[in-house]
């Protein structure tokens, strides 16, 4: 196969993405890893390289001592594309980086890996996000998380992982001391049960019987576990309750230090139990609350919080229910900590009118 000569340029830097090379290309370019020496990342996004250059890539890594790093999003690798890379995984010991994510993967494909990572000894950052490996899967790669000691980051984003998933990580994560970033967003941790309804991005998931029990899961182990940093829960349904669990978590948790509640329902109550973490947290940075319908009288309470907290740099609060009326207190906390606070999003007219006028030095 001929690649266009500005192809043959972006090969040369790893990055390929949506070209269209098809496993054709993908059959070329594994056939080049067996022999190359300097290459470390290789990016094909969107090439539609299907199960068959999923499998000869595979054949390359079982061969390739370069290679760290292999982005595969999106290329229709299905399960036998995934079970091949993960049979390479058992032999390589270069790659740190597999990003396979939305390649239509399913529990059979989770277990596989699940075998992989139970043997290998250098993956560090695992990306299976978007695919369809929902509570099998995630158990699966629970208990392989209770083996393995290098992966640090594991992004199951949309996977239609419900509570029962969720518990089994946390049980996992009560065992494992290497993980730090666990992104389990756009799943149903709050979900009773992983029923098959889609999942909207305007209406979450809508119909599905909520439950607390996937989040106060690992709101309980966050105050045993030393060594996660990152916990991404956006779009799970956590409501109150689910809430105040990681607020009580939070209150003891001496390592996270970025918790993501993007488009949650979460509500004012649940922002006055997370502004009480806040007054004893000394190590969250970054929290995220957009979209949870917080309201003027939330942000007020907020407020007397960012007066006390001198660790928080970065909160997100758009697209929730502040007014004028709750903005003016949110804006007395900024002036008096503004050299703290780094980033603040909350879109309102007002707020955004009074930070202009007093810049941040």
């Not at 090379?21 to 022999?35: E, F, Y």
């Not at 790669?141 to 290098?150: I, K, M, R």
């Not at 916990?231 to 956590?238: A, P």
Request: hydrophobic share 45%.
């Amino acid at each position: 196969m001929t690649f266009h000569p500005a192809i043959v340029q972006q090969a040369a830097d790893g990055i390929l993405t949506g070209n269209q090379i098809s496993a054709t290309g993908a059959k070329a370019l594994a056939n080049t890893l067996k022999v190359n020496q300097t290459l470390t990342t290789l990016d094909l996004t969107y090439n539609h390289i299907s199960v068959e250059g999923a499998k000869a890539l595979a054949d390359a890594l079982k061969i390739n001592h370069t290679l760290n790093t292999l982005v595969l999003k999106s290329n229709q690798v299905f399960d036998e594309g995934a079970e091949a890379l993960a049979a390479a995984l058992k032999i390589n010991q270069t790659l740190i980086t597999l990003d396979i994510a939305s390649n239509h993967i399913s529990e059979d494909g989770a277990q596989a890996l699940t075998n992989a990572l139970k043997v290998n000894e250098t993956l560090t950052s695992l990306s299976i996000s978007c695919n369809e490996i929902c509570d099998k899967g995630a158990v699966a790669l629970a208990d392989a998380s209770e083996v393995n000691q290098t992966l640090t980051s594991l992004e199951l984003t949309g996977n239609r992982i419900s509570a029962e998933g969720a518990k089994a990580l946390a049980d996992a994560l009560k065992i494992n001391h290497t993980l730090i970033t666990l992104d389990l967003g756009i799943n149903r941790i709050c979900a009773k049960a992983a029923e098959a309804i889609p999942i909207s991005p305007i209406f979450g998931h809508h119909g599905i019987e909520t439950s607390a029990e996937g989040v106060e899961a690992l709101a309980g182990v966050l105050k045993i576990n030393h060594n996660l940093t990152s916990l991404y829960l956006q779009w799970n349904e956590i409501s109150i309750k689910g809430a105040e669990a990681l607020a009580d978590a939070l209150k003891v948790n001496q390592t996270l230090n970025t918790l993501d509640l993007w488009a949650n329902r979460i509500y004012d109550n649940g922002l006055v139990a997370l502004t009480d973490a806040l007054n004893v947290n000394l190590t969250l940075t970054t929290l995220n609350l957009w979209g949870n319908k917080i309201s003027e009288e939330g942000a007020k309470i907020l407020a007397i919080a960012l007066k006390v907290n001198h660790n928080l740099t970065t909160l997100n609060l758009e697209k929730n229910a502040i007014s004028t009326e709750g903005a003016p207190a949110l804006v007395d906390a900024l002036k008096s900590i503004i050299y703290l606070l780094r980033s603040i999003f909350v879109l309102t007219k007002y707020l955004a009118k009074e930070l202009e006028l007093w810049p941040m030095r």
